[in-house]
């Protein structure tokens, strides 16, 4: 691919706090190498403001790998830019050309606080996970791997729905700002395996409790979160849930 | 949602097939035979109230949703491209129902009250005498009436398309070799149930059927 600089504008989401409203604010850009990555273009903006004396702008990352997911950014309109099935730190400069307006701002959700600027407080998440994304397991030795025999094709799934980073792209890009893709994948790599039978009902039950308590949206089956989920976790996922969700509920005694 | 939209599309089948009986096109006889058992069967009466009741159970779920949805996101995006991950009629189906629910209300309050007078008011004096048939041949001789009921069947058309395979997804059903099936039966069922609603107002509007 043929390497080329460009000039870019910038009008980015700048929010003091959480209590604080926020505004855009335009920053030009130069030279910017089509082989940079988005986050390293904002390295460089960064730079650029503190030199200056300015406030720079506050993002979120961890790995730039790809697989941390902290990168809450909604990009020309799209979760995590253009790109599908990609982060922000995954995201190239060559997405865009010479002169484009690139307008970035966090995810937008009510159970997503925005923190400073860009990031954003994906703590829902981790509540949710508390509610019953675990399994009990005795202390003492790992047990031998083969004594527990687990299909090949429930095996692949659970590990489909592992693959899920808790970015939250899918309550971004969903209409419904609905977090019925993460909590559903969680639910379903459980379930799917044998060490998640024990707490399967009340695991269901109580995530989906605890997603609704943090003011999540509802699921109307669009599939934009599909579309946008850099593992490509997939809605039949959701459909596994619902029947958990079914399930548990009828045969629960609580 | 899901459960509610089901059974108004299993409504919905024997509306249409009553309907068809005018496409028979022998001056509305086989038509008022048909129209005259649904209003007058006491089965059916009972059924219409639970019909109501879906429909108004499906209304409240819906204002529920649209509201839970829209305090989900109290900030709105500045730049969004959502038709590059979703179907806008998947999207808009609270507007696509708010039309519909616009519609139906002109269409009760003419075909569906006309009869209910019929058959009460004066101890129900003008039931024999009353032709649905001739009421909506009169009836779709005014154009503007035939539009809104075509817009009205449009609305239907993409409130269906996106309702009927993702009640299923509700319920839980997603599978590698039904899901396709399913799919291509809502579609079947959505375009077959709205190209006979639209071609009721139009043939006899065009005087197709007499």
């Avoid at chain 1, 959480?18 to 273009?41: D, H, R």
């Avoid at chain 2, 499906?58 to 996101?73: S, T």
């Avoid at chain 2, 806008?88 to 002109?106: A, E, H, K, V």
Wanted: aromatic share 10%.
């Amino acid at each position: 691919m043929e390497h080329y600089n460009m000039n870019l504008t910038l009008k980015v989401w700048k929010q003091k706090n959480t209590k604080a409203g926020g505004s855009f604010e335009t920053y030009q850009v130069k030279n910017i190498s089509s082989e940079m990555s988005f986050l390293e273009m904002f390295d460089v903006l960064n730079e650029q403001l503190i030199t200056e004396g300015k406030d720079p702008i506050a993002f979120d990352h961890d790995c730039r790998e790809g697989i941390c997911g902290m990168c809450s950014m909604y990009i020309d309109g799209r979760a995590h830019g253009p790109w599908t099935k990609n982060t922000v730190c995954q995201l190239h400069m060559r997405a865009f050309k010479d002169g484009d307006t690139i307008v970035v701002e966090p995810w937008r959700s009510a159970a997503f606080p925005v923190i400073k600027d860009l990031m954003v407080d994906r703590g829902a998440f981790d509540r949710i996970m508390q509610a019953g994304g675990f399994i009990s397991v005795n202390t003492g030795n790992a047990v031998d791997a083969n004594s527990l025999p687990i299909d090949k094709k429930d095996a692949d799934a659970a590990f489909d729905a592992a693959s899920c980073i808790g970015c939250g792209a899918c309550v971004a890009a969903c209409t419904n700002g609905s977090a019925m893709l993460f909590v559903s994948a969680k639910v379903s790599q459980l379930a799917l395996l044998p060490q998640g039978q024990p707490e399967r009902e009340s695991r269901v039950l109580n995530m989906v409790a605890q997603m609704d308590k943090e003011g999540f949206g509802n699921c109307t089956n669009t599939y934009a979160c599909e579309a946008e989920c850099p593992k490509g976790i997939s809605v039949s996922n959701i459909a596994r849930m619902n029947r958990e969700y079914l399930k548990a509920g009828l045969s629960t005694e609580e | 949602m899901g459960l509610t939209g089901l059974f108004l599309i299993t409504f919905l089948v024997v509306h249409v097939g009553v309907n068809s009986c005018i496409f028979v096109n022998d001056g509305g006889e086989t038509f008022n035979t048909a129209a005259h058992f649904m209003s007058h069967n006491w089965i059916l009466r009972i059924m219409e109230v639970g019909l109501f009741a879906g429909l108004i159970l499906h209304i409240i779920q819906g204002l529920i949703l649209w509201k839970q949805n829209r305090a989900a996101r109290p900030v709105k995006y500045s730049a969004n491209k959502a038709s590059q991950n979703s179907a806008w009629y998947s999207r808009s189906m609270g507007l696509l129902g708010t039309l519909l629910l616009f519609f139906l209300i002109i269409h009760v309050s003419k075909f569906f009250v006309d009869t209910k007078i019929a058959l009460y008011a004066d101890g129900g004096a003008n039931d024999a005498s009353h032709n649905l048939f001739e009421e909506m041949k009169e009836e779709f001789q005014k154009w503007w009436v035939v539009v809104i009921y075509v817009l009205g069947v449009i609305s239907l058309f993409w409130h269906l398309l996106h309702g009927f395979q993702s009640a299923f997804q509700t319920f839980g059903i997603n599978h590698k070799r039904y899901t396709p099936i399913i799919k291509a039966i809502g579609v079947g069922y959505t375009i077959i149930v709205c190209l006979l609603f639209a071609l009721m107002p139009i043939s006899f509007y065009m005087g197709w059927i007499s």
